[in-house]
């Protein structure tokens, strides 16, 4: 017989401000873990953005706060997604979704949202879902 089937793997990356992405993050590794998933859930401080190119699938969980500002805990991840000697297709065996934390009584609702979906885009990166949670 071929060699055992691997679990697929997956990496939760959250960037919250007061708790509540990660709150969401560490509930969507539970669900991922319980359907067959190995799972690994971590802050995006804790994370090297060197890393990603290899992954296979990453979801991101992050939270709009300030006024449409991304969370503290993203800006040195940010900083380097948005260096320029980054080829285009950086990324581009990585296949990722986007879990936006967002209150829609403010002007720039979710829009960490559509910024995280554009650095990614931008790398070659293939978005399988983008979903607004409010
Ligand atoms: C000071 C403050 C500013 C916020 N600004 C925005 C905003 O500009 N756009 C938005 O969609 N949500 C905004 N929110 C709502 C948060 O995104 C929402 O409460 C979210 O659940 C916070 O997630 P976190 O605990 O992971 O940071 C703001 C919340 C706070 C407390």
């Known amino acids: 017989m071929g060699k055992m089937e691997e679990q697929p793997k997956l990496l939760i990356l ?7 992405a990660m709150d969401a993050a560490e509930r969507l590794g539970r669900e991922a873990e319980r359907r067959g998933c190995s799972v690994t859930v971590l802050s995006v401080d804790q994370f090297d953005a060197g890393l990603l190119p290899p992954l296979k699938i990453v979801i991101f969980v992050v939270s709009t706060t300030g006024q449409g500002d991304s969370p503290d805990s993203m800006k040195v991840f940010w900083r380097f997604l948005l260096q320029r000697n980054l080829s285009q297709q950086w990324l581009k065996q990585v296949q990722y979704a986007v879990f936006g934390l967002g209150d829609s009584g403010y002007q ?9 979906l554009f650095t990614l885009g931008n790398y070659g990166a293939y978005a399988i879902n983008i979903i607004p949670i409010h």
Do not use: C, D, E
Not at 110 to 115: A, F, H, P
């Open 14 to 20: 959250y960037a919250s401000q007061t708790g509540n």
């Open 108 to 116: 720039k609702y979710n829009v960490i949202i559509s910024r995280a």
